[in-house]
């Protein structure tokens, strides 16, 4: 009788281990051709269609194609292996003066000892905006956002990007909106001209577009802060979004009021989403810029969007929310 128990205890272990097997073959292979059918396309995506669909969820009239692709690529892009965890908030220590208007941070790099070697983004739906009131460029067109995927679909998360986005969106709220799609890095190489000479020539072409379009009213220059993802990245009801830092130049003719732009805007978004933003910053004298061409206009400003550990989902969850506060504050003049 006990020879018996045994051989069938013996059986049933068999039977548990082979049943295992099992399961963990099916998840293997469920797992094998999960990431057989994303990386089977990986070279077949090209910049632009990847660019059209990040786009379409700021402007839903832009048609893009391979929309179930585009999810199955846009989930596998949230996902990062190498960070299992969130990082956690960072505190900044606002400092202010007596009368609290002005909110000064000491978290910011203006100039970032890196050369980037990546490609200019073309407008994936260049459109005519009759009479645009909001003019976007970006002086240092190819500043660069996290890379970490760039080798699997080939995107190119830069500034440019972010200043696409933000046009759609302003444009999708009814506030008509352009981007600057010359390649600027390409007529400064082309005219011999120098890094420190980027806002001389981003100035040429703000220039050109209040000549072609007197229209205009609004100057806003993105910029991406050199500081690192703990420090530019904050989490809000479950999704993580890349935090903003508006930079006033003190050395021209219209920085009060530029000020006051960049205080109205953090303000208006402090009310909602205190941690999103790090402050306002002016900046003066020797080894920096001061004007920053924002003497063209009283309501110019320059926005650090993010840092350069950002993906550009956490850029564009950004801008969903600075382009709302935007036409809050345009509406309100």
């Known amino acids: 009788m006990s020879k018996r128990f045994i051989a069938r205890k013996k059986f049933v272990r068999r039977k548990h281990k082979i049943k295992l097997f099992f399961y963990i073959f099916i998840v293997l292979l469920t797992c094998f051709l999960t990431l057989s059918i994303l990386f089977k396309h990986k070279t077949s995506i090209k910049n632009n269609e990847l660019v059209e669909i990040i786009l379409h969820s700021s402007n839903p009239n832009i048609n893009t194609k391979n929309s179930l692709l585009s999810k199955i690529i846009s989930l596998k892009d ?75 679909h080939n995107i190119t998360p830069s500034v440019l990007l972010a200043s696409y986005i933000l046009k759609e969106k302003l444009n999708s709220l009814g506030v008509p909106s352009m981007v600057e799609t010359t390649n ?32 205009l009213k609004y100057f806003i220059d993105i910029h991406r ?46 009310e909602k989403y205190p941690t999103l933003t790090r402050g306002v910053i002016t900046k003066k004298g020797k080894g920096v810029n001061g004007v920053y061409n924002q003497d063209i206009s ?17 850029i564009n969850n950004t801008l969903d929310i600075i382009s709302k506060v935007l036409k809050e504050v345009i509406n309100s003049k």
């Open 78 to 152: 949230t996902l990062n292996i190498k960070k299992p965890k969130q990082i956690l908030e960072s505190s900044f220590n606002y400092k202010t003066n007596s009368n609290d208007v002005l909110v000064f941070n000491d978290n910011y790099k203006e100039k970032i000892n890196k050369e980037e070697h990546i490609s200019y983004i073309e407008d994936p739906n260049p459109t005519t905006i009759d009479k645009p009131i909001v003019y976007i460029y970006n002086t240092h067109q190819l500043e660069t956002y996290s890379l970490e995927n760039k080798d699997v």
């Open 184 to 215: 600027i890095v390409d007529y400064m190489n082309k005219n011999k001209m120098k890094h420190y000479q980027s806002y001389d020539a981003s100035r040429l072409f703000i220039n050109n577009a209040i000549k072609n379009n007197n229209s």
């Open 225 to 270: 802060d050199g500081v690192g993802h703990d420090m530019s990245t904050v989490n809000i009801d479950g999704k993580n979004l890349a935090k903003v830092l508006f930079v006033v130049g003190l050395e021209n003719k219209n920085y009060q009021g530029n000020l006051n732009l960049a205080n109205q805007i953090n303000n208006k978004i402090k």
């Open 298 to 314: 009283p309501n110019a400003i320059l926005m650090e969007c993010g840092g350069y550990e950002n993906k550009i989902d956490e």
